[in-house]
């Protein structure tokens, strides 16, 4: 089946640290990346989406400054979490998926504490 | 973002028993997707529905997509520990995907 790698697993930082997410699919080509952040015993609340190659599309009240995605192969998204800060510890999870109506494919996701 | 509304939010059931998930929207939905996440894990992806009135099967597990495609239920029969984690429907919005509010499942051996 489909594999999405994602690195780091987890993450312990300094506040006002920039951390970078790496997202790859491993055995497919993944038209549409997806970034989501979820708090304990929440619901995956999507962040952005990004298609390879062009700019990610922001959910209303994610600040693309800070969050900065980039989706520049068809095989590898990255998130940057800029200046992070106490409250922008969660956990993000990216998933992929290649044509319309295909199932998204999840990474293991990175536990961000920022400290 | 949009999301999904599902009910029950928490459920607690004894081994053996039934449950059952139900995932409401208030569009009309193109297609309807069910993932399970293990606590600590990753969502994986269940079964996908795209026909109005679909039914299927996965071993215990049967999904429903409702005729008007605005609701989907996912039902469990005779519950095992290994059921244990939370359920999310997903809807497919032109190039996004929202998340249900997903069903928290807690086994009871």
């Known amino acids: 089946g489909a594999v999405v790698s994602q690195h780091p697993s987890r993450v312990i930082c300094k506040s006002g640290t920039s951390v970078k997410i790496e997202c790859r699919s491993l055995d497919f080509q993944a038209t549409t990346m997806f970034w989501y952040r979820q708090f304990p015993k929440q619901s995956l609340m999507l962040m952005a989406t990004?298609?390879?190659?062009?700019?990610?599309?922001?959910e209303q009240g994610v600040e693309k400054d800070k969050f900065l995605i980039n989706h520049a192969s068809l095989t590898l998204s990255t998130l940057t979490v800029t200046s992070a800060h106490p409250e922008d510890s969660s956990f993000y999870i990216c998933?992929?998926?290649?044509?319309?109506?295909?199932?998204?494919?999840f990474g293991d996701g990175t536990r961000l504490s920022i400290l | 973002g949009q999301q999904v509304m599902q009910i029950p939010q928490y459920q607690h059931v004894q081994e053996g028993e039934d449950f059952t998930t139900y995932c409401n929207s208030s569009?009309?939905?193109?297609?309807i997707q069910w993932y399970k996440q293990r606590p600590g894990g990753h969502p994986v992806f269940l079964i996908q529905?795209?026909?109005?009135?679909e039914v299927k099967k996965q071993k215990r597990l049967t999904f429903q997509f409702g005729e008007a495609k605005k609701n989907s239920s996912l039902h469990i029969t005779a519950t095992q520990t290994t059921d244990v984690g939370t359920y999310f429907c997903?809807?497919?919005?032109?190039?996004?995907?929202?998340f249900g509010t997903g069903t928290s499942l807690t086994v009871i051996p």
């Open positions: 529905l795209v026909k109005s009135g």
């Open positions: 998933s992929a998926k290649g044509t319309a109506n295909q199932p998204q494919h």
């Open positions: 997903a809807e497919e919005g032109g190039n996004q995907f929202y």
């Open positions: 990004s298609n390879e190659g062009s700019k990610a599309t922001y």
């Open positions: 569009t009309t939905l193109s297609n």
